[in-house]
């Protein structure tokens, strides 16, 4: 296939042998649904895809990691022989096949399999307790489980037939390598990934082929893969951008490069893989990303990207600025939950441009975005309002869990067809001028502190405007039972001057934010903590240290009754001094104290 041929998702269906969406030539996201319309691809399951370029370039190298290679014909061979496997086992159409692997070609033959099968794969972290994963496996119910011989004996009891990718499994049946004749609908599901859930269970979001097969076609189209790209696959498979990283690449005769297990933590490992696998296109999380450009020569080491993928966290302009330092790629900032097939937003960042935010930009094909208020109606632009999501991207719903499902995905309330629904993200969200979309924070990061309902999200957009901070993240502690006090936490920008006084922070604060919303505790840290994701681990930040004096020697009581107000202000503040010079509220006082 020539560059021109592979260049979009319109010109893969044309090889494929089918016909292109009408309105896909030349179109650009907006927000106007008449706009993101284009017509449901003609494809009903997302191995299809595969098979066709599999068809196309059989002997094209497919998959490679660590020192071993699988050409397209031997991936689909391989993962044809683990679907008839799974059909003889009873799997088929809206079957769950939980898969319990270490990243490998194995677990890249296992999801292909699955699919093959007319099932939907569930991706099992092996490092997730024991608990969790006994949970999820009696969620699914699965008729089978996917694993490797090592973990057969950590997996808790499930009743199903365990399959060991890595083990033999027997003499080949005449035929077993070709394409398994399964019918798959396009709104059968194609996998299920379970998120954290407040009520302290995860829960599972069920996507169909349908909504996952529209978000592959933009993604080409948008980008255009070729046989000259590799793309790294380095995101847990437990996490939705996963998804992206196993099936688009695949679909476009791109090479697939699997990082080592826990690679993706491994920054020199990272730079190292990159520079020898010539890989063209990766996804970082910002946070990531941020520890990733501290790298040596990355512009010598990474010459061979093209494109850097960001999305799971909002990217900040100071990050945005010093990845076009470091490196000469393209850097794209998309937008997602796992509850809307990967990502439903994209943004191209600007090497220079006016905009001092990054937005998440504009829908994609066939999806709609409401920022609505809490009567559901539309806020101007400008104004923050929850985001809410429609099309065909959106999952099913949650497995097994009919009420929230419900209480997520509600009825469209401006959809002129029945049975339209939309998404409730949790997310707050602004419409720029020019139509693009700007992330403001979590709905759930709303907090009340004295009685006040406070957005975290807008304190940390007025902390990193300082110059010496790079990137802040604020917390509403309760470290003492009934005191809730705002705490912030940051990274300093050395090209700012490095950390800045906490009386200085706090001054530049009070320009911008009401005194109630200005944070009484401050914690430099060198960098975040960081969950399995990628994402900052809030749940790791530590305490922070008991109030200081900016350094300076505090001033003692003179007299009694200053003796005696120092000695209630350190009862009520739980300190040790206070010094006469001290400010109540600055120590993280407050009126109620």
Request: aromatic content about 6%; glycine content about 8%.
């Amino acid at each position: 296939m020539t560059k021109n041929e592979s260049s979009s998702g319109s010109a893969l269906l044309h090889a494929a042998g089918l016909p292109a969406p009408a309105g896909t030539e030349g179109r650009r996201p907006a927000a106007e649904r008449d706009e993101t319309a284009v017509a449901d691809p003609p494809v009903e399951g997302l191995h299809r895809l595969f098979e066709a370029q599999a068809a196309r370039t059989p002997d094209a190298v497919a998959v490679t990691f660590e020192g071993r290679h699988l050409t397209y014909r031997e991936l689909n061979e391989r993962a044809n022989r683990l679907a008839r496997l799974l059909l003889r086992s009873g799997v088929g159409p809206e079957a769950i096949v939980p898969i319990c692997v270490d990243r490998s070609v194995e677990m890249v033959v296992g999801l292909y399999g699955i699919l093959k099968a007319g099932a939907a794969y569930l991706p099992l972290d092996p490092a997730y307790p024991t608990e969790r994963l006994a949970f999820m496996l009696r969620d699914c119910r699965p008729p089978v489980v996917l694993t490797e011989r090592r973990l057969l004996e950590t997996l808790p009891a499930h009743g199903a037939r365990a399959v060991c990718l890595d083990a033999d499994w027997g003499e080949p049946e005449a035929g077993d390598g070709d394409n398994p004749p399964v019918g798959v609908a396009a709104s059968n599901l194609a996998y299920v990934i379970y998120t954290s859930g407040s009520t302290g269970q995860p829960k599972g979001a069920m996507n169909t082929h349908r909504a996952i097969i529209n978000r592959l076609l933009w993604m080409q189209d948008e980008y255009g893969l070729d046989a000259t790209d590799s793309v790294l696959q380095k995101t847990p498979f437990s996490f939705d951008v996963s998804v992206w990283e196993f099936f688009w690449p695949l679909m476009t005769g791109a090479r697939l490069v699997v990082a080592r297990p826990l690679g993706h933590h491994d920054n020199a490992y990272l730079a190292d893989v990159i520079e020898a696998e010539r890989i063209t296109t990766l996804h970082f999380v910002p946070s990531m990303l941020q520890v990733f450009l501290e790298e040596q020569e990355l512009r010598s080491r990474c010459a061979s990207l093209r494109r850097v993928v960001c999305s799971g966290e909002a990217l900040t302009y100071d990050l945005q600025r010093r990845f076009f330092s470091r490196l000469d790629a393209e850097l794209h900032n998309l937008y997602g939950p796992t509850e809307a097939a990967v990502d439903v937003t994209s943004w191209r960042c600007e090497r220079e441009g006016d905009l001092r935010v990054v937005p998440i930009g504009c829908p994609i094909s066939n999806t709609e975005i409401h920022l609505l208020d809490e009567g559901l109606s539309p806020v101007p632009e400008g104004v923050a309002g929850e985001l809410h999501i429609g099309g065909i991207c959106l999952a099913r719903g949650y497995l097994n869990r009919a009420p929230l499902t419900a209480e997520r995905f509600i009825p469209h309330p401006f959809s002129p067809e029945p049975g339209g629904r939309l998404y409730k993200t949790g997310d707050l969200a602004r419409q720029l001028p020019g139509g693009a979309i700007e992330y403001v924070g979590r709905i759930d990061h709303q907090v009340k502190i004295c009685g006040v309902r406070i957005e975290l999200g807008e304190i940390e957009a007025a902390a990193v405007e300082h110059p010496s901070v790079r990137e802040a993240v604020l917390l509403a502690r309760e470290d003492a039972p009934g005191d809730k006090r705002l705490a912030a936490y940051l990274l300093a920008d050395d090209a700012g001057g490095g950390r800045a006084a906490d009386a200085e922070l706090r001054a530049f604060l009070l320009e911008r934010l009401p005194h109630y919303m200005v944070p009484s505790a401050y914690v430099w840290l060198e960098q975040w903590p960081l969950t399995t994701s990628g994402k900052v681990d809030r749940l790791r930040l530590p305490a922070p240290p008991p109030a200081a004096h900016d350094g300076r020697q505090a001033a003692a009581p003179r007299n009694i009754l200053e003796e005696l107000v120092a000695g209630l202000w350190c009862e009520v503040l739980g300190l040790a001094s206070v010094g006469v010079e001290d400010n109540f509220f600055d120590l993280g006082g407050h009126s109620l104290l």
